[in-house]
Nanobody, 114 residues
Framework: VQLQASGGGLVQPGGSLRLSCAAS????????MDWYRQTPGNERELVAR???????TYADSVKGRFTISRDNAKNTVFLQMNSLKPEDTAVYYC?????????WGQGTLVTVSS
């Protein structure tokens, strides 16, 4: 299974970005799709999760600003990030769970700065 993440970049505070992560190499249903983020010296933290049934969970720090969604036909997960803050600066990783195994994408850098 390969995961290809895209959409990161430099944005000013208050701006928006949309991340995408497409999974390939599997014919099985993807149970859970996550977005994590990591800053230097810190562990990866879960930002948002969406199940194959569409249930979502968010970290408290992003509730009301970020929205996770998925396109099951394309095995793709999205993260719409609005009202971005400097503290959202991180490398963002997608992760999927397929038949009890997890797979990680390569990460995409999001920098929020003026």
């Amino acid at each position: 299974v390969q995961l290809q993440a895209s959409g990161g970049g430099l944005v000013q505070p208050g701006g928006s970005l949309r991340l995408s992560c497409a999974a390939s190499g599997t014919s099985f249903s993807i149970n859970v799709m996550d977005w994590y983020r990591q800053t230097p010296g810190n562990e990866r933290e879960l930002v948002a999760r969406i199940t194959n049934g569409g249930a979502t969970t968010y970290a408290d720090s992003v509730k009301g600003r970020f929205t996770i969604s998925r396109d099951n036909a394309k095995n793709t997960v999205f993260l719409q990030m609005n009202s971005l803050k400097p503290e959202d600066t991180a490398v963002y990783y997608c992760r999927v769970l397929i038949r009890m195994r997890t797979y990680w994408g390569q990460g995409t850098l999001v920098t929020v700065s003026s």
